[in-house]
């Protein structure tokens, strides 16, 4: 049961341009999203946050909008950078379940020069 | 900036070994946690661990796996009998109440 997906298991973006990453989510008790960004032979990184009471979170280049009616959050990164390129993960959790992360399967982002 | 780190970085075992790995977490952090990563996979949770105790486990954390903060530092988890299948890049986390996990960079554990 795929609780966090994200269908796109690679993205391709100019530098300079926007890159939007995508996330669906099916469980409606989730209270907080969580967006990491992971290098090679690195551990993830907390890049942003949202919690599920609001619609929208900035910082910096990174913004995170949710949709709750959609079950769905995107991350856009403006202008995109070519240390933007990485793996990103989409994560969720709710208290009822102890603040457990349940991660999606990650999206592949190359920034083109 | 304070990070967690997790030794070693890479640790090779026979199968039904007992692996040990190890994670510092962050001094100020009272929430502790292990993830895996199978090659190719997603991220999974296997367990939680606050107040000195297990808060919360996964069903990939059966009777082999342990965990244990056997001083004030560190954070250690125990595969008692190693398997094919436990090859994965495992992470170890920790926070505060309510903050984003801080991850290490992971032990890649191959079992051979």
């Known amino acids: 049961d795929q609780q966090v997906k994200q269908n796109s298991p690679s993205l391709s973006v100019q530098e300079g341009r926007i890159s939007i990453l995508n996330c669906d989510y099916t469980?409606?008790?989730?209270?907080?999203f969580l967006w990491y960004k992971k290098y090679p032979a690195e551990g993830p990184t907390f890049l942003i946050s949202?919690?599920?009471i609001k619609d929208k979170n900035e910082d910096g280049r990174f913004t995170v909008f949710l949709n709750k009616s959609a079950k769905h959050l995107s991350l856009h990164i403006v202008p995109s950078q070519p240390g933007d390129s990485a793996v990103y993960f989409c994560?969720?959790?709710?208290?009822?379940?102890?603040?457990?992360?349940?991660w999606g399967a990650g999206t592949k982002l190359i920034i083109k020069p | 900036e304070p990070e967690v780190t997790q030794t070693p970085s890479h640790q090779v075992t026979q199968m039904g070994q007992e692996v040990i790995l190890r994670c510092v977490p962050i001094?100020?952090?009272?929430?502790f946690y292990w993830y895996r990563q199978i090659l190719g996979q997603k991220v999974e949770f296997l367990v939680s661990?606050?107040?000195?105790?297990?808060?919360?486990k996964s069903e990939i954390f059966d009777d082999q796996f342990s965990v244990e903060r056997p001083d004030g530092s560190n954070f250690t988890l125990k595969i008692r009998s190693t398997k094919l299948e436990d090859s994965a890049m495992y992470f170890c986390?920790?926070?505060?109440?309510?903050?984003?996990?801080?991850f290490g960079n992971g032990t890649r554990l191959t079992v051979t």
């Open positions: 986390a920790s926070s505060v109440e309510n903050s984003p996990l801080h």
């Open positions: 661990f606050y107040n000195n105790e297990i808060s919360e």
């Open positions: 001094s100020n952090h009272l929430y």
């Open positions: 994560a969720a959790m709710s208290r009822d379940s102890n603040y457990q992360l349940i």
């Open positions: 949202i919690s599920s």
């Open positions: 469980n409606s008790m989730f209270d907080y």
